[in-house]
């Protein structure tokens, strides 16, 4: 072996792929019992529809090296995601645009005329002076728009009143002034054409590289453990930073969700695959209906499978999905990333490992460049 890969998620898959390419022969292991980490998806054993099993996974990206590199192991449908609110009884597109302000407002504002309307809302509060989240956010789009959207649904992602929540947590919140509700900009979107663990399953297929599932780093009984493996042969580990530590500095927050699942007997429950409920009557934050991600698949039509989303804080046993960023765990990234820095060959990666959210095609992206940079001259 000439390499240790600790987590089989896109980072991993990619660093493995890289040096396997490269004659250097690879062992990737995962505590869980699938690779993928969280892009991993699975076919509903009920339905056949594929569903991702630790939420929505759509795929976007504007760099060139990136979709280059993952068109290697998969083609892409032309799915294009757009996102539906539905508060108050009513149906509105999201990101709020022209399209949200004139149906909310009952009116038929020009762009300009619509700047003007949320400009003078936003009035109410200086972004430089807003002492928390609500008033950054009403300083941002106005009161109206900031109460039916974001205000509650903030709310039940933070388990927190947003008066009681940082005013750093928001930089912007996005209006646009035409009716183009497409979710993303980026200049490349789509699926997976045959999934995501088709697609996955590819980027490990190479003589080179042997996955192993159900081990776990730290679990000394396996022999590819930390103690027994550090120091002799070059590891890169995309588990959390903290654990790899054993927490010496503290734990770093996170936010965790959950999913509650039901195959529904319709054809089509909500006729798109996400709608997003802000207000604070509903416990969940949105529902994902999957046969909408693949409408050019032949599912059933008598039935559908949809997945409620619940947010709360993350504890240690939970999965960790969103850092939760407190100034605290700021100073404590540092202060383990002065420790990383002390490891004999060991690289930390991906979105647990550097404990940043990462889109899929910036984990794929860093690890590009972490092997071209950093790793390649280790092996
Ligand atoms: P990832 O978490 O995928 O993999 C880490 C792996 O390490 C896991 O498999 C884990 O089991 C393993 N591991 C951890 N500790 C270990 C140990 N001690 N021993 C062995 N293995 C260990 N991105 C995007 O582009 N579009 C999207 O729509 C979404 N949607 C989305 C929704 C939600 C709810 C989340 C939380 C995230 C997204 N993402 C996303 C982001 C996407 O999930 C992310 O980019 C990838 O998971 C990053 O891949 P990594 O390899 O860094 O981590």
Same mark, same amino acid.
Do not use: C
């Given at each position: 072996?000439?390499?240790?890969?600790?987590?089989?998620?896109?980072? %991993? /898959?990619?660093?493995?792929?890289?040096?396997?390419?490269?004659?250097?022969?690879?062992?990737?292991?995962?505590?869980?019992?699938?690779?993928?980490?969280?892009?991993?998806?699975?076919?509903?054993?009920?339905?056949?529809?594929?569903?991702?099993?630790?939420g929505?996974?759509?795929?976007? +990206?504007?760099?060139?090296?990136v979709?280059?590199?993952?068109?290697?192991?998969?083609?892409?449908?032309? !799915?294009?995601? *757009?996102v539906?609110?539905?508060?108050?009884?009513?149906?509105?597109?999201?990101?709020?645009?022209? %399209?949200?302000?004139?149906?909310?407002?009952?009116?038929?504002?020009?762009?300009?005329?619509?700047?003007?309307?949320?400009? @003078?809302?936003?009035?109410?509060?200086?972004?430089?002076?807003?002492?928390?989240?609500?008033?950054?956010?009403?300083? /941002?789009? =106005?009161?109206?728009?900031f109460?039916?959207?974001?205000?509650?649904?903030?709310? *039940?992602?933070?388990?927190?009143?947003?008066?009681?929540?940082?005013?750093?947590?928001?930089?912007?919140?996005?209006?646009?002034?035409?009716?183009?509700?497409?979710?993303?900009?980026?200049t490349?979107?789509?699926?997976?054409?045959?999934?995501?663990?088709?697609?996955?399953?590819?980027?490990?297929?190479?003589?080179?590289?042997?996955?192993?599932?159900?081990?776990?780093?730290f679990?000394a009984?396996?022999?590819?453990?930390?103690?027994?493996?550090?120091? +002799?042969?070059?590891?890169?580990?995309? %588990?959390?930073?903290?654990?790899?530590?054993?927490?010496? @500095?503290?734990? /770093?927050?996170?936010? +965790?969700?959950?999913?509650?699942?039901?195959?529904v007997?319709?054809?089509? !429950?909500?006729?798109?695959?996400?709608?997003?409920?802000?207000?604070?009557?509903?416990?969940?934050?949105?529902?994902?209906?999957?046969?909408?991600?693949?409408? @050019?698949?032949?599912?059933?039509?008598?039935?559908?499978?949809?997945?409620?989303?619940?947010?709360?804080?993350?504890?240690?046993?939970?999965?960790? !999905? !969103?850092?939760?960023?407190?100034?605290?765990?700021?100073?404590? $990234?540092?202060?383990?990333?002065?420790l990383?820095?002390?490891?004999?060959?060991?690289?930390? %990666? =991906?979105?647990?490992?550097?404990?940043?959210? $990462?889109?899929?095609?910036?984990?794929?992206?860093s690890?590009?460049?972490?092997?071209?940079? *950093?790793? @390649?001259?280790?092996?």
């Open positions: 072996m000439d390499l240790l890969v600790v987590g089989s998620g896109f980072f %991993g /898959l990619t660093i493995a792929e890289r040096a396997a390419s490269a004659g250097k022969r690879v062992v990737v292991i995962d505590r869980r019992s699938h690779i993928g980490g969280n892009a991993y998806s699975e076919a509903e054993p009920e339905t056949g529809i594929e569903v991702h099993r630790y929505a996974h759509l795929f976007h +990206t504007s760099n060139e090296t979709w280059e590199y993952v068109n290697r192991f998969t083609s892409f449908t032309s !799915y294009q995601h *757009k539906y609110s539905h508060h108050d009884g009513v149906v509105y597109p999201l990101p709020v645009n022209l %399209g949200t302000i004139n149906q909310f407002f009952r009116a038929a504002y020009s762009p300009d005329e619509a700047k003007a309307l949320i400009r @003078e809302q936003a009035g109410e509060f200086d972004v430089k002076t807003a002492q928390n989240f609500e008033e950054k956010g009403i300083a /941002l789009i =106005g009161r109206p728009l109460e039916a959207f974001f205000r509650d649904y903030t709310a *039940k992602q933070w388990q927190t009143d947003p008066k009681q929540l940082s005013g750093d947590i928001v930089s912007r919140l996005p209006v646009r002034y035409t009716y183009d509700n497409r979710y993303f900009n980026d490349h979107e789509g699926l997976p054409t045959d999934g995501y663990t088709a697609w996955l399953e590819r980027m490990a297929d190479h003589p080179n590289i042997e996955v192993r599932l159900d081990t776990d780093f679990d009984s396996q022999p590819l453990n930390k103690d027994a493996i550090v120091g +002799t042969v070059p590891v890169v580990y995309t %588990g959390p930073v903290d654990r790899y530590f054993d927490y010496a @500095e503290g734990e /770093l927050s996170w936010r +965790t969700l959950d999913f509650e699942q039901e195959v007997p319709v054809g089509d !429950y909500q006729g798109t695959s996400v709608m997003n409920y802000p207000d604070a009557q509903y416990p969940y934050t949105r529902i994902h209906e999957f046969r909408h991600f693949h409408p @050019e698949r032949d599912y059933p039509k008598d039935k559908t499978v949809i997945m409620r989303e619940f947010s709360r804080f993350a504890s240690r046993d939970d999965e960790p !999905y !969103y850092p939760v960023n407190t100034p605290e765990d700021r100073e404590r $990234l540092l202060r383990y990333r002065a990383a820095e002390g490891e004999d060959r060991v690289l930390f %990666g =991906g979105r647990l490992g550097t404990y940043q959210y $990462l889109d899929m095609h910036m984990a794929i992206g690890a590009l460049s972490m092997f071209n940079n *950093k790793l @390649e001259e280790l092996l």
